[in-house]
């Protein structure tokens, strides 16, 4: 069984940072990409940024150049350092771990989601 942990969130003035991180723990083979995602109220949740476990990132067009998202592949955490807040970044974030289970004969991937983590930026 997997877990993934995230903390770090909170509420921030606009133009503040924070840093939240997402740490699995358990029994598994490898994990591939780790992820953020947000979700504000009324809307869909979207994806924020994403890592591969060679450190490729992807981002959200409404977050670049502002978050910067990491891992440290010996803690099994992701990281996602966030400035410049503005309001309209105010959402649960979530994070997910692609991870890779090994069978004895196959190998099988699943995605596992953590707890969402509140970040407010206030104006």
């Known amino acids: 069984q997997v877990q993934l942990v995230a903390s770090g969130g909170g509420l921030v003035q606009a133009g503040g940072s924070l840093r939240l991180s997402c740490a699995a723990s358990?029994?598994?083979?490898?994990?591939?990409?780790m992820g953020w995602y947000r979700q504000a109220p009324g809307n869909e949740r979207e994806l924020v940024a994403t890592?591969?476990?060679?450190?490729?990132?992807n981002y959200a067009d409404s977050v670049k150049g502002r978050f910067t998202i990491s891992r440290d592949n010996a803690k099994n955490t992701a990281y996602l350092q966030m400035n410049s807040l503005k309001p309209e970044d105010t959402a649960v974030y979530y994070c997910?771990?692609?991870?890779?289970?090994?069978?004895?004969?196959?190998?099988?991937?699943?995605?596992?989601w953590g707890q969402g983590t509140q970040v407010t930026v206030s104006s």
């Open positions: 890592i591969t476990s060679g450190g490729s990132t």
């Open positions: 358990g029994s598994f083979f490898s994990i591939n990409a």
């Open positions: 997910s771990a692609d991870i890779t289970y090994y069978g004895g004969s196959y190998y099988r991937e699943y995605k596992y």
